[in-house]
């Protein structure tokens, strides 16, 4: 799979890019000197369900994540996480909102006047 620089996600059928991910597994498997039974077994599932994921058929997502686990693999789902951007005007509109100067309220000076009872 490294000899591809780019694919085109798009023009790629669901069975495909299942087969591209069932690629995947199996190539870091055995760059990892795994059989599929270790591999299965490790990661809590049959054989047969690792032999369908390798070969680019339909298994749940959650088998999925278990190999990636096992594989040392997590973090090929970073393309997931959803990250926040501020906008520039934003981002100054909320600087120029930032305290530049502190003060004493009104309820500090009362308090320093008021005297006690005793």
Known sequence: MSDNSYINWDAQSDQAISKIIGAYIKENRL????????????????????????RGQKVNLSTLIQVL???????????????????PMLLAEMDMKKRKRSRKSASDNSKKEKKSDW
Do not use: D, P, W
């Open 31 to 54: 760059n990892q000197n795994k059989t599929q039974e270790e591999l299965a077994t490790a990661a809590g599932i049959s054989r047969s369900t690792l032999s369908l994921l390798e």
């Open 69 to 87: 686990r096992i594989l040392g693999l997590l973090y090929t789902l970073q393309s997931f996480v959803v990250q926040r951007q501020i906008s």
